[in-house]
Each structure stands twice: as structure tokens, then as C-alpha cells.
Nanobody, 115 residues
Framework: QVQLVESGGGLVQPGGSLRLSCAASINLFRLYTMGWYRQAPGKQRELVAVVNSGGSTNYQESVKGRSAISRDNAKNTVYLQMDSLKPEDTAVYYC?????????WGQGTQVTVSS
């Protein structure tokens, strides 16, 4: 059974950092495009960052320069390093795996940025 398990969320002060991890139990993980999405209360889920099978990355404009997505294919894990966090980064962060028409989601991890 495919599972995406996120970890690393929590409460952090503005300007702080977090590193989210997503461990994926997926065959051929290396072929998947892996992404992080987030959903704030009352808002639609939005893309934060993605990394494809070749290692190319894309970021939402609001997190560029202060976030880094990476993957470790040996560990079937994708990471999201977030620095200089702002209150508007508060959301549930979801891990996503996509390969052609196949798509999986994790359960999400809460990130709260507040003093």
C-alpha cells in the first residue's frame, strides 16, 4: 500500500526555519515528480515546490529564495527546507507524488508561524 508520511511541522516564530520530510513507500520513487503543497484555512490548496525525476525544481513565487526542495532517492524521501518563515506560511503542508496519471497524497503536517 502506497503511503506518503510527512513530518517536521510545528510551531515556529516568524523568521525561523523548518525542515519538512516526506517518506514515500512507492516503487520506482525515483521516477516520480515529488511536490509540496499547502492549504491555509479558508483557502485552496496551492503548490509550494516541486522536484522532478531529473532534479529540476520549481517554486511558488512567494517562497522563492527562502525555500529549498530536495530528494533522496536512496531513502525514498523528499524534503522541504523553509527559512525566514512568515505568518502567511501558516498552513497544512501536503506531500504529493505524481507519475503520469498516478498521483498520491500524504495526510499533511501543520506548520504554524506565530510569535
Amino acid at each position: 500500500q502506497v503511503q506518503l508520511v510527512e513530518s517536521g511541522g510545528g510551531l515556529v516564530q516568524p523568521g525561523g526555519s523548518l525542515r519538512l520530510s516526506c517518506a514515500a513507500s512507492i516503487n520506482l520513487f525515483r521516477l516520480y515528480t515529488m511536490g509540496w503543497y499547502r492549504q491555509a484555512p479558508g483557502k485552496q490548496r496551492e503548490l509550494v515546490a516541486v522536484v522532478n525525476s531529473g532534479g529540476s525544481t520549481n517554486y511558488q513565487e512567494s517562497v522563492k529564495g527562502r525555500s529549498a526542495i530536495s530528494r533522496d532517492n536512496a531513502k525514498n524521501t523528499v524534503y522541504l527546507q523553509m527559512d525566514s518563515l512568515k505568518p502567511e506560511d501558516t498552513a497544512v503542508y501536503y506531500c504529493n507524488a505524481k507519475l503520469n496519471t498516478i498521483e498520491y497524497w500524504g495526510q499533511g503536517t501543520q506548520v504554524t508561524v506565530s510569535s
